[in-house]
């Protein structure tokens, strides 16, 4: 089946509808209905019902479907892959980064949700005679607004915790990319998970206002400003959510980085997926000390650059998504020119290749002031300063509003992984940008403006769960009484006050 016969909620009715589009053919992929307010509602009244069944399954009888689902999503990724490219226009090396990473993470939680969510015995303060444990309950229904950079992975990384932990799933993908989360539910539904347990709404942000308004958790991952509307009502809902947003990611070359890794990689950080990356190299700060050598050779890696559209793990580079992320590229490169700023690399588009094609570009002699190091570019745009000394590079790293990522180049890892305690970023990477993808047990998520709560390892999984605390006294020290302070409990707890002193595990 091809992406445009899919066939996911065609009976919803709806005014509207949507066109989801090849960005570089221009082919109309599917027309998708724009659901309501009133069909959101039905949606998740359906999961509700469906959910009991789903967590009453266990975590481990979950485990098992997640498996499969797994498995099966595996043995289509050829298939998968040609869907995130037909509508993103990346290439395939990035299309398959977006399979594996997902694979790799729900492997991860096959094997770590059922430690993270068994049931834990918890410290008591008077031992022998009371009991305390933690049990982990499901929200319900919880609800997902996801991008369109990595529309199946962003598109489902958080939903499949929210799975493991016996949620039941409304998953609202981006109107530019339903497609690969369409095929990728329908493998799901293969593998044994409820066609009301795991459901797509299709729509644009509206559809996904109506969302907010119906679950009982709300996962966003997009931008900062759709973010502080979702917080927003989440908050007057009163309802518990995590937000993955925008970033502008520093990355510094120290005057001890092996100068080829710095370049190469650097390269990768800025250009993969043609910027439009939340945690994409996005500013670089490289050392006086190797500055010189250090252009030199990143102009030696640029012209190995291979940009097309051609299928195959050869190409590099492919077609940015949308007009909106060209044009921003575009306006914040003619203003860091205006202001000063060189292209040395790149700087125009390709309307050869495609019409969303721009060349991957260097620019230097930048300047903290401007907005291509303030504001998210997400383009294929590397501007890089020169900084003084390490203090310096550090210092302009945390200059911004936004914290998600960050990566520095040095052959000593020790000193990178001490001065990484100094950046203000969710995560810092050494020697690897972007690499917490493919670390699943490492918590990913922003400080500042970056946003909220955290994905993967088991912070990932725990925020899709409510505690229920169980407290239990056999009556072995207390009986029957009026008083919680007692003169029994009065005297326990001044000599277990006294204990502490020589036992401070009491
Ligand atoms: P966006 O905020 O425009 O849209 C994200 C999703 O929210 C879409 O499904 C959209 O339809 C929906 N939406 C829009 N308005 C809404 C509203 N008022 N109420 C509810 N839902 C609404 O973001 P985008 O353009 O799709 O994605 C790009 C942004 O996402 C960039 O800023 C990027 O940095 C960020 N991003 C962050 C991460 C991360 O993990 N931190 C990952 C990928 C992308």
Redesign the pocket.
């Known amino acids: 089946m091809n992406a445009a016969e899919m066939t996911i909620n065609r009976t919803v009715p709806a005014d509207e509808m949507l066109a989801v589009r090849n960005p570089i053919s221009g082919e109309v992929l599917a027309e998708l209905p724009i659901m309501s307010p009133d069909a959101v509602r039905a949606a998740a009244e359906r999961a509700r019902a469906a959910q009991p069944a789903w967590e009453a399954l266990g975590v481990k009888g979950r485990v098992k479907v997640m498996r499969r689902f797994a498995d099966l999503m595996w043995e289509e990724r050829e298939r998968i892959i040609e869907i995130i490219r037909s509508e993103t226009g990346k290439p395939t090396g990035g299309a398959w980064g977006e399979v594996s990473a997902l694979d790799n993470t729900m492997h991860y939680y096959s094997v770590k949700a059922p430690k993270v969510l068994r049931p834990q015995k918890r410290k008591v303060t008077v031992p022998f005679a009371h009991r305390a444990r933690v049990i982990y309950k499901p929200h319900g229904v919880a609800g997902f607004?996801?991008?369109?950079?990595?529309p199946l992975q962003?598109g489902l990384v958080d939903a499949i915790a929210a799975l493991f932990a016996g949620n039941a799933i409304l998953l609202?993908?981006?109107?530019?990319t339903p497609l690969s989360i369409m095929a990728a539910v329908e493998l799901m539904h293969k593998a044994g998970i409820p066609q009301d347990v795991a459901q797509v709404l299709t729509?644009?942000?509206?559809?996904?206002?109506a969302?907010?308004d119906v679950v009982d958790y709300i996962s966003?991952?997009?931008?900062?400003?759709?973010?502080r509307?979702?917080a927003i009502?989440a908050a007057e809902r009163m309802i518990p959510y995590s937000l993955?947003?925008?970033?502008k990611d520093p990355a510094i070359v120290l005057e001890d980085a092996d100068l080829d890794v710095a370049a190469s990689w650097s390269l990768v950080g800025a250009f993969e997926n043609a910027g439009?990356?939340?945690?994409s190299t996005e500013r670089m700060y490289v050392l006086d000390a190797v500055y010189e050598p250090f252009m030199a050779k990143l102009q030696e890696w640029a012209n190995k650059l291979t940009v097309s559209s051609e299928s195959g793990f050869q190409v590099h580079m492919g077609s940015l998504t949308?007009m909106?992320e060209l044009e921003r590229t575009e306006a914040h490169l003619a203003d860091a020119v205006e202001r000063g700023a060189k292209v040395v690399i790149g700087g125009k588009r390709r309307p050869d290749l495609g019409p969303l094609f721009f060349e991957p570009t260097v620019l230097v002699d930048v300047t903290p002031d401007m907005a291509i190091m303030r504001d998210?570019t997400?383009g294929p745009v590397m501007p890089i300063m020169r900084v003084k000394n390490v203090e310096e590079a550090i210092r302009q790293a945390n200059n911004s509003d936004y914290g998600?990522s960050a990566c520095i180049f040095t052959k000593n890892i020790k000193r990178g992984e001490k001065l990484a305690e100094q950046v203000e970023s969710g995560d810092v990477t050494i020697n690897h940008p972007m690499f917490l993808f493919g670390t699943p047990d490492l918590p990913?998520?922003?400080w500042k403006n970056?946003?909220v709560g955290r994905?993967n390892g088991p912070e990932g999984l725990l925020r899709f769960v409510k505690t229920h605390a169980i407290f239990s006294d056999n009556m072995l020290l207390t009986g029957p009484s009026l008083t919680q302070t007692d003169e029994k409990l009065r005297g326990f707890y001044g000599a277990q006050r006294r204990l502490r002193k020589v036992l401070p595990w009491l």
């Open positions: 607004l996801t991008p369109w950079n990595y962003n609202k993908p981006s109107e530019v729509g644009d942000g509206r559809t996904g206002a969302m907010v966003l991952t997009g931008s900062t400003a759709t973010g509307k979702v009502r993955e947003l925008g970033g439009q990356v939340c945690v949308n909106r998210e997400f998600l990913m998520g922003g970056s946003g994905r």
